[in-house]
């Protein structure tokens, strides 16, 4: 019914087809277990709710939803808290319960995710670049084009019959603007027709306590930690941020740092449990950001992500402190030198007499 313009390659079709082939993959099984990627965002969250609730309308079917890793930004947690929405951690899940997975917003192989490495995905919904592994499914449905794993749901539930309203509608339009910046960062056509869908049927008052929830101390001092930590070298801002309460820290301070005036790309690093994670962001819109992070850390880690944005851990096992402060700097500096900005100049980011330029 929407007017698509003709060079328009972004929004998808076919949805209802898919929709019976999704159905023939999980109808019958009660056992049924969705699985984000590990500290799953609101993207991750917001679409396997809408899988959940997909699956609920099949024959005798029924799943639960598990995450490995936390849940840590306070945006996510209050999420999960005012939306109710039914997630298990996976060590609270016996795998060997669990007759069959379907992985949302992550895929097998990535690193990023508890599948264990004996079962495979039975389904796979997702919007990072394509993997071989993923192929191996029974069903799976990968659009890059699509700026949010959200938006591929949203479609589902329409194409099933099911009202975008309520619970359902507030978690996947708040996915949607949460990964794409409303709809500014990596984010097409179908993304805003989904948003438009979504959005009347959304509760907008929740939205806004998601959006602006009560921030813990350890999270101002982290902050504090990170911006006296930061430096820039040319176009890039880069913080060691040490140890980190969450794990998604890094990825919300990665968002916060590519802020800067000055800056093009945001570096960040940090330490949880035995590993280095490390968060990059780009305001260039053809960067590439998922391998440029794949070359930096190479066998040393998994890293992963799409044009604008990227992820990456780096296994320490025991290291000491200072040499997991090291290993910090080394991967810091293959940044640097990826980008070819050595010669650039730098200076602490709150130094009043940095280098203007930088
Ligand atoms: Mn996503």
């Given at each position: 019914?929407?007017?698509?313009?003709?060079?328009?390659?972004?929004?998808?079709?076919?949805?209802?087809?898919?929709?019976?082939?999704?159905?023939?993959?999980?109808?019958?099984?009660?056992?049924?277990?969705?699985?984000?990627?590990?500290?799953?965002?609101?993207?991750?969250?917001?679409?396997?709710?809408?899988?959940?609730?997909?699956?609920?309308?099949?024959?005798?079917?029924?799943?639960?939803?598990?995450?490995?890793?936390?849940?840590?930004?306070?945006?996510?947690?209050?999420?999960?808290?005012?939306?109710?929405?039914?997630?298990?951690?996976?060590?609270?899940v016996?795998?060997?319960?669990?007759?069959?997975?379907?992985?949302?917003?992550t895929?097998?192989?990535?690193g990023?995710?508890?599948?264990?490495?004996?079962?495979?995905?039975?389904?796979?919904?997702?919007?990072?670049?394509?993997?071989?592994?993923?192929?191996?499914?029974?069903?799976?449905?990968?659009?890059?084009?699509?700026?949010?794993?959200?938006?591929?749901?949203?479609?589902?539930?329409?194409?099933?019959?099911?009202?975008?309203?309520?619970?359902?509608?507030?978690?996947?339009?708040?996915?949607?603007?949460?990964?794409?910046?409303?709809?500014?960062?990596?984010?097409?056509?179908?993304?805003?027709?989904?948003?438009l869908?979504?959005?009347?049927?959304?509760?907008?008052?929740?939205?806004?306590?998601?959006?602006?929830?009560?921030?813990?101390?350890?999270?101002?001092?982290?902050?504090?930690?990170?911006?006296?930590?930061?430096?820039?070298?040319?176009?890039?801002?880069?913080?060691y941020v040490?140890?980190?309460?969450?794990?998604?820290?890094?990825?919300?301070?990665?968002?916060?740092?590519?802020?800067?005036?000055?800056?093009?790309?945001?570096f960040?690093?940090?330490?949880?449990?035995?590993?280095?994670?490390?968060?990059?962001?780009?305001?260039?819109?053809?960067?590439?950001?998922?391998?440029?992070?794949?070359?930096?850390?190479?066998?040393d880690?998994?890293?992963?992500?799409?044009?604008?944005?990227?992820?990456?851990?780096?296994p320490?096992?025991?290291?000491?402190?200072?040499?997991?402060?090291?290993?910090?700097?080394?991967?810091?500096?293959?940044?640097?030198?990826?980008?070819?900005?050595?010669?650039?100049?730098?200076?602490?980011?709150?130094?009043?007499?940095?280098?203007?330029?930088?």
């Open positions: 019914m929407a007017t698509k313009k003709k060079n328009d390659k972004r929004s998808s079709c076919g949805t209802e087809a898919q929709l019976d082939e999704l159905r023939a993959a999980l109808e019958g099984g009660d056992r049924l277990l969705i699985l984000t990627h590990d500290n799953p965002d609101p993207d991750a969250l917001a679409s396997a709710f809408a899988l959940y609730r997909l699956v609920e309308t099949f024959d005798d079917t029924s799943a639960r939803i598990a995450f490995g890793g936390f849940v840590g930004r306070a945006e996510n947690r209050t999420m999960v808290h005012e939306l109710g929405l039914p997630i298990t951690p996976t060590w609270a016996k795998f060997e319960d669990v007759d069959r997975i379907a992985l949302v917003d895929q097998p192989g990535t990023n995710n508890s599948l264990p490495e004996d079962r495979e995905a039975a389904v796979v919904i997702d919007h990072h670049p394509i993997r071989d592994e993923t192929r191996r499914a029974r069903f799976w449905d990968v659009r890059t084009q699509c700026g949010s794993s959200c938006t591929i749901m949203t479609q589902y539930l329409e194409a099933a019959g099911i009202p975008l309203k309520g619970r359902v509608a507030t978690a996947l339009f708040y996915g949607i603007q949460s990964e794409t910046q409303d709809l500014g960062r990596e984010a097409g056509d179908a993304d805003i027709e989904a948003s869908k979504l959005y009347p049927g959304a509760d907008r008052e929740l939205i806004s306590r998601i959006r602006y929830p009560d921030l813990p101390r350890a999270y101002f001092q982290s902050l504090h930690r990170a911006l006296e930590r930061a430096r820039t070298r040319g176009p890039v801002l880069i913080s040490g140890k980190l309460d969450y794990p998604d820290l890094v990825a919300e301070l990665a968002d916060f740092f590519l802020r800067f005036e000055g800056a093009k790309w945001a960040c690093i940090g330490l949880f449990e035995d590993s280095i994670l490390i968060s990059i962001r780009t305001s260039s819109r053809d960067a590439q950001a998922g391998q440029l992070l794949r070359r930096v850390v190479r066998s880690g998994v890293a992963g992500g799409h044009g604008m944005m990227a992820g990456a851990r780096v320490i096992g025991h290291l000491s402190a200072e040499d997991a402060r090291l290993k910090s700097e080394e991967l810091v500096n293959r940044f640097i030198k990826e980008l070819g900005v050595e010669d650039e100049v730098g200076g602490a980011l709150l130094s009043t007499t940095a280098t203007s330029g930088g």
